[in-house]
């Protein structure tokens, strides 16, 4: 290993880390500008048109956020005072800074999910009764790949499910797809055949994919342009966004397949694993990992103790820590990693 090496920092934190690559930065400097607000920048309806022809959708919106993406998803289907049902350990509802609530005038619920996703009879329970007492269910939210439960892929059949007896209860089903490309690699499904249950979904592409900023909501033509003007009610209305576009769609055409390497390489973080306080108590289906550590303050005492060896993981609730391998990691970073955890004292 040469002392450069040696010397780096690994940031492990999550995947939204990553810098712009070279050819990505080339990506972006030719791109094709206009102003989106009025419409008319190429690179934006290019990268629109894009992504919902790949998803399966008639249209979609390209927003700075994946938590704007959720929540014009939410605003462009429900009306204040409906009922939202969730997975619980939700992004939407954990890490959105209680949009649901404060954006969209919400009644969420949260259905227990220890494996990241839940049934048809869980939703069907939680329904509220159909009378003037009660807010209507209007909306599930479900989320592939789910973040706090690990990276875990929702299964195909139970979100086909979902969505055909969702339709037949006249609810709408949005995803919270923000690493739905891992689990089109993972799985070998297509991302027509991933979003097909759902009615709208939301994808990211500066989680894995490696470019600076930017997710994409596609669904119905009708509920996105509902969504094209709370996103300009909310300020999400950038100019000459084919700049930042361009990068999204470099990272479409070159970033998509390499995540294999991604899912590798925290496999191998998992099953490198050898101490007897550390742990990883969850599938590792994708490349998320997420270490439970024994001891109260350990967590802490670990994230410390990787510092120091300049290594960077993240606090993820009492007694967790989380690792994201990703576009700028390499092997040798996983040893490195590796090494560090296990001599942790």
Same mark, same amino acid.
């Given at each position: 290993?040469?002392?450069?090496?040696?010397?780096?920092?690994?940031?492990?934190?999550?995947?939204?880390?990553?810098?712009?690559?070279?050819?990505?930065?080339?990506?972006?400097?030719?791109?094709?500008?206009? =102003?989106?607000?009025?419409?008319?920048?190429?690179?934006?309806?290019? +990268?629109?048109?894009?992504?919902?022809?790949?998803?399966?959708?008639?249209?979609?919106?390209?927003?700075?956020?994946? /938590?704007?993406?959720?929540?014009?998803?939410?605003? @462009?289907?429900?009306?204040?005072?409906?009922?939202?049902?969730?997975?619980?350990?939700?992004?939407?509802?954990?890490?959105?800074?209680?949009?649901? @609530?404060?954006? &969209?005038?919400?009644?969420?619920?949260?259905?227990?999910?220890?494996?990241?996703?839940?049934?048809? #009879?869980?939703?069907?329970?939680?329904?509220? #009764?159909?009378?003037?007492?009660?807010?209507? /269910?209007?909306?599930? &939210? +479900?989320?592939?790949?789910?973040?706090?439960?690990?990276?875990?892929?929702?299964?195909?059949?139970?979100?086909?499910?979902?969505?055909?007896?969702?339709?037949?209860?006249?609810?709408? $089903?949005?995803?919270?797809?923000?690493?739905?490309?891992?689990?089109?690699?993972?799985?070998?499904?297509? !991302?027509? =055949?991933?979003?097909? #249950?759902?009615? /709208?979904?939301? $994808? &990211?592409?500066?989680?894995?994919?490696?470019?600076?900023?930017?997710? $994409?909501?596609?669904?119905?033509?009708?509920?996105?342009?509902?969504?094209?003007?709370?996103?300009?009610?909310?300020?999400?209305?950038?100019?000459?966004?084919?700049?930042?576009?361009?990068?999204?769609?470099?990272? !479409?055409?070159?970033?998509? =397949?390499?995540?294999?390497?991604?899912?590798?390489?925290?496999?191998?973080?998992?099953?490198? +694993?050898?101490?007897?306080? !550390?742990?990883?108590?969850?599938?590792? =289906?994708?490349?998320?990992?997420?270490?439970?550590?024994?001891?109260?303050?350990?967590?802490?005492?670990?994230?410390?103790?990787?510092?120091?060896?300049? $290594? !960077?993981?993240?606090?993820?609730?009492?007694?967790?820590?989380?690792?994201?391998?990703?576009?700028?990691?390499?092997?040798?970073?996983?040893?490195?990693? +590796?090494?560090?955890?296990?001599?942790?004292?």
């Amino acid at each position: 290993m040469s002392s450069d090496a040696a010397d780096r920092q690994i940031d492990l934190r999550s995947d939204t880390v990553t810098r712009p690559t070279p050819a990505m930065w080339e990506a972006m400097h030719s791109a094709a500008l206009g =102003d989106d607000v009025l419409g008319d920048d190429p690179t934006v309806i290019l +990268l629109q048109q894009t992504v919902a022809e790949r998803l399966g959708k008639e249209a979609g919106l390209y927003v700075p956020s994946g /938590t704007m993406s959720n929540q014009l998803a939410l605003k @462009a289907q429900t009306e204040a005072g409906d009922h939202a049902l969730l997975a619980g350990g939700a992004h939407i509802f954990l890490y959105e800074a209680g949009a649901p @609530a404060f954006l &969209c005038g919400l009644l969420t619920r949260t259905l227990e999910a220890p494996r990241g996703w839940i049934e048809w #009879p869980q939703i069907e329970a939680a329904m509220h #009764p159909q009378n003037v007492h009660c807010a209507p /269910t209007r909306l599930v &939210c +479900l989320e592939n790949t789910h973040n706090q439960a690990g990276g875990i892929i929702f299964p195909q059949e139970k979100m086909i499910e979902i969505g055909a007896r969702a339709r037949e209860h006249g609810l709408r $089903v949005h995803l919270d797809g923000a690493r739905l490309w891992h689990t089109h690699v993972a799985t070998g499904l297509s !991302l027509a =055949d991933l979003a097909a #249950p759902c009615d /709208t979904v939301s $994808v &990211c592409f500066s989680k894995g994919l490696g470019a600076p900023v930017g997710s $994409v909501l596609v669904g119905d033509r009708q509920t996105i342009d509902r969504a094209y003007r709370f996103r300009k009610m909310w300020g999400g209305g950038m100019r000459q966004s084919g700049l930042l576009a361009g990068a999204c769609l470099y990272a !479409l055409e070159h970033h998509i =397949d390499r995540l294999a390497e991604d899912h590798a390489h925290a496999r191998m973080l998992a099953e490198g +694993l050898d101490h007897p306080s !550390l742990s990883v108590n969850h599938p590792v =289906d994708t490349n998320i990992v997420v270490f439970d550590v024994e001891g109260p303050g350990r967590d802490e005492a670990l994230l410390d103790h990787l510092a120091a060896h300049g $290594v !960077l993981g993240i606090g993820f609730g009492p007694g967790r820590v989380r690792m994201i391998p990703h576009l700028d990691t390499s092997t040798e970073d996983i040893h490195r990693t +590796l090494a560090a955890l296990n001599s942790f004292r």
